[in-house]
């Protein structure tokens, strides 16, 4: 009896791209199943119960966001969103539906199955990482979250955040290695009649940054992907 192999779905109707996806992870190991559809994602998630999703976002028979709403009506699948969109809307539009990630096409094979294992563990230690964030630490490189004082450290020395900077860095880094949107962000922080103004957030992150980052215009602990939102350097693996 071998250990258990992680199951992958892969949804995607571009045959090029659906069988270098699936040389890709039989490589690393994983199981893979395929289907080209909408319909035959849903089918196959409910029959066959994959451990995560790969989902292109343009499937010909069903909007992508509409799938991903759908998935989400019965299970917390970890969804990583694959969109030759360039449309930025699209992308932050998935991840608010509740897509964990998202990759651009063309995307690198190392970027792919680093998404794909931290979206992997995120799913196994939910239960740990909620203790992480009422009671542990995040440390990544010098930068500390200390959940328990609500402090940030860097190299040893507080930051001096306020306490909104705070939340917002807490957050990211209870979703560290995964990209959180502005507006789950501005919802989660502020609540859920928040506007969708992100200028809030910019100012804000702006500010964090002249406080936690060796060099702000080259951050190397919260990163921004443009039009979406930001992502928390993942934390180191003990
Ligand atoms: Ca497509």
Redesign the pocket.
């Known amino acids: 009896m071998g250990v258990k192999r992680d199951k992958i779905l892969i949804a995607?109707?571009?045959a090029a791209i659906s069988r270098l996806l699936k040389t890709l992870l039989k490589a690393q190991n994983y199981d893979v199943l395929e289907t080209t559809t909408g319909e035959g994602a849903l089918a196959v998630i409910s029959s066959h119960c994959p451990d995560l999703v790969l989902l292109?976002?343009?499937?010909?028979d069903m909007d992508g966001t509409q799938i991903i709403r759908s998935i989400r009506k019965w299970t917390k699948i970890p969804i990583i969103v694959v969109s030759?969109r360039s449309d930025e809307e699209d992308k932050a539009m998935a991840l608010d539906m509740g897509a964990d990630d998202y990759l651009a096409k063309p995307f690198g094979s190392i970027e792919l199955l680093a998404r794909i294992r931290t979206a992997l563990r995120h799913t196994r230690t939910t239960a740990e990482d909620e203790g992480i964030a009422l009671h542990g630490r995040y440390e990544v490189n010098g930068l500390a979250i200390d959940y328990k004082k609500y402090r940030v450290y860097v190299d040893g020395r507080d930051a001096g955040l306020t306490p909104n900077e705070y939340r917002i860095v807490a957050y990211l880094g209870r979703f560290a290695g995964r990209v959180v949107t502005y507006k789950t962000l501005l919802r989660e922080l502020w609540g859920p009649q928040t506007g969708s103004d992100n200028k809030i957030l910019r100012v804000h992150m702006a500010s964090i940054r002249r406080k936690i980052e060796p060099n702000p215009d080259e951050p190397r602990y919260i990163f921004t992907e443009t039009g979406i939102g930001y992502r928390m350097a993942e934390e180191e693996e003990y």
């Open positions: 995607e109707d571009d292109d976002l343009g499937l010909p030759a």
